[in-house]
């Protein structure tokens, strides 16, 4: 079965660092695009950052400059590393897989919680 595991995520200080992991089971990774989203209370989901390739991303406007995702497919896993993070950054961060060329697989992690407060 398929099984997406989020880590990394905790309490830092407004301007510390954090990086997530995603690591991905039940698939063949390699033809996943991955994606990072977040979720703050009361707020809908949105995304953050989507990696297709090693070199192909994309990213929020709030986060360009300070997030950076990437991919590891021999570990099939995914990162996020954050930078010069700000309190309106705390969220729920979830890992996501889409499926390249089958686009109807689609697959949630159970998030992992970031707070970024002094």
């Known amino acids: 079965q398929v099984q997406l595991v989020e880590s990394g995520g905790g309490l830092v200080q407004p301007g510390g660092s954090l990086r997530l992991s995603c690591a991905a089971s039940?698939?063949?990774?390699?033809?996943?695009?991955m994606g990072w989203y977040r979720q703050a209370p009361g707020k809908q989901r949105e995304l953050v950052a989507v990696?297709?390739?090693?070199?192909?991303?994309r990213y929020a406007d709030s986060v360009k400059g300070r997030f950076t995702i990437s991919r590891d497919n021999s570990k099939n896993t995914v990162y996020l590393q954050m930078n010069s993070l700000k309190p309106e950054d705390t969220a729920v961060y979830y890992c996501?897989?889409?499926?390249?060329?089958?686009?109807?697989?689609?697959?949630w992690g159970q998030g992992t919680q970031v707070t970024v407060s002094s």
């Open positions: 039940g698939i063949v990774f390699s033809i996943y695009a």
């Open positions: 990696i297709v390739t090693g070199d192909n991303t």
């Open positions: 996501n897989a889409h499926g390249i060329l089958n686009t109807r697989n689609n697959y």
